[in-house]
């Protein structure tokens, strides 16, 4: 089964440039299709790996300046999937399988974390007092 990433408003995290690059993505993950070539492949796990880079930046400067308590253990897990996404463009992508695997990979993880991780930080920033 083709895996889709599909955005609705349950991967809302309440804030619009943040909810953009979730979905910005979401997209570029979406353009890995099972049957392209490996060069094909490659090119959009990079564009992939800079686009998530870039927000992953945005998100924990934000953290530092509201003085998120869980921000060291988010940014583990961010620089986890940064080292992931990187070591995963080395690996031969000679396959259907092995470019659905990684996909379904991606599709776990930024569900996971949107839903679970991003959302318990705005969860913070909309309780905070002044
Ligand atoms: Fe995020
Ligand atoms: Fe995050």
Redesign the pocket.
Known sequence: MPIQFVWDKSYSVGHAL?DS??QGMFERANALKEDLTEKQVRKIVMELYRYTRE??KE?EKMMQETGYPKRKDHIRLHNELITRLNDVSNQPFDSREAIWVFKKFVYDWLTE??LYQ?KDYFQFRQNRKF
């Open positions: 943040l690059q979730h927000h992953f998100e974390h949107i991003d």
